[in-house]
């Protein structure tokens, strides 16, 4: 690799980490407005016109607050626990591509930091390593409501991931591809050779499935029992201040921003739109791609809020009999319609 190409991806890296930070800070503001506009309230409105500043403000309350850590935690594993969540969060993006190549004075310059042929099974080893920060941390908490949380994200971690794999398979039986980059080139425009290209048309259920355990995955509501208020006081992050806080925070919400690029570049063409083929300047396309794709990414951020203010809190025998009862089950109908599918019409 030429060091101009090693640049390249160097500065890819830092644009997408900032993106990734910046778009989980103002999430925070998304939701509280979202919250508010639901339950008919204003909600943020001091920090800045209509309150746009108030992430900036939450983050220096973060970075200033005092670093507590308890007397019988234990110290090393306390730290290391959201260090661990915030890293495998942001490590998830770098499969994902983000558009079509750019060409700048003869050179290509790709919007995807690393596309490898084991991409999906990437995507689900970070994500299994990410509950790895939440056991830790609440383990090392030495508190009895943080390690129930723990176990809790953890127990429910196992169980959806089962799910979320066994609807993946359906899908790589159509595409027969682990790669993103070939997913999503798979899925050009809209409308190709007299059917719809994306696959969210070719496996509805494997879609409705996997945004299911997508929920479970990144502990949103009508899943977030590992830090149920109303039962752990905050769960696994119950003894945690400052900092730390916010990383198992912003953790949440990358997860929830990484989970909506996989589910948009998996099911809905990822940077592809309608009409493309109708623009004649490839870096055009490039960034209309670009553009498409974040709007995808919002979209699904949008309905990840919406549902939390809509649907009540599961119990948690009902959160695992729906994991390994109803999930699995459909998932595994999924695979044998599929290959039925694939069999007859092939």
């Known amino acids: 690799m030429e060091l101009i190409d090693l640049l390249i991806k160097i500065a890819l890296i830092v644009v997408i980490f900032a993106i990734s930070l910046v778009v989980a800070m103002y999430s925070t503001y998304a939701e509280r407005k979202i919250a508010a506009f639901f339950q008919d309230r204003v909600g943020p409105n001091r920090a800045g016109p209509w309150g746009i500043l108030q992430p900036l403000a939450d983050g220096g309350k973060m970075f200033l607050k005092e670093e507590i850590i308890p ?42 930091v690393t596309d490898i042929n084991v991409g999906i099974l990437y995507i689900f080893g970070v994500v299994s390593l990410g509950v790895y920060g939440i056991m830790i941390g609440g383990w090392a908490s030495n508190n009895k409501y943080s390690l129930l949380g723990a176990i809790r994200a953890a127990s429910q971690n196992i169980s959806y991931e089962i799910s979320m794999g066994l609807s993946i398979i359906a899908l790589l039986m159509v595409t027969g591809t682990l790669s993103l980059g070939e997913i999503a080139k798979q ?94 300047s490839p870096n055009l396309v490039a960034i209309l791609g670009v553009v498409a794709l974040f709007a995808k990414i919002f979209l699904f951020i949008f309905f990840f809020m919406w549902v939390r203010w809509t649907i009540p809190r599961f119990r948690y025998d009902q959160l695992m009999d729906l994991g ?12 044998v319609l599929t290959g039925i599918f694939m069999t007859i019409f092939k």
């Open 71 to 112: 007397t019988n935690a234990t110290g090393f594993l306390f730290i290391v626990g959201p260090s661990l969540a915030i890293l495998t969060a942001c490590i998830g993006s770098a499969v994902i591509p983000w558009g079509q190549n750019l060409e700048i004075g003869g050179r290509v310059i790709p919007l995807q």
């Open 187 to 280: 899925q050009h425009g809209f409308w190709a050779d007299g059917y719809f290209s994306w696959n969210v048309f070719k496996q509805p259920l494997g879609f409705l499935l996997f945004i299911v355990c997508a929920f479970a995955e990144t502990n949103r509501s009508p899943f977030d029992l590992p830090e149920c208020e109303t039962e752990l006081v905050g769960g696994y992050h119950t003894e945690y201040s400052s900092m730390k806080l916010g990383f198992y925070l912003f953790a949440e919400y990358i997860n929830m921003f990484i989970s909506s690029a996989v589910m948009a570049t998996l099911y809905f063409g990822g940077y592809n739109f309608p009409f493309m083929d109708l623009i004649h």
């Open 324 to 335: 390994w009862k109803t999930l699995i089950p459909l998932a595994i109908a999924n695979i």
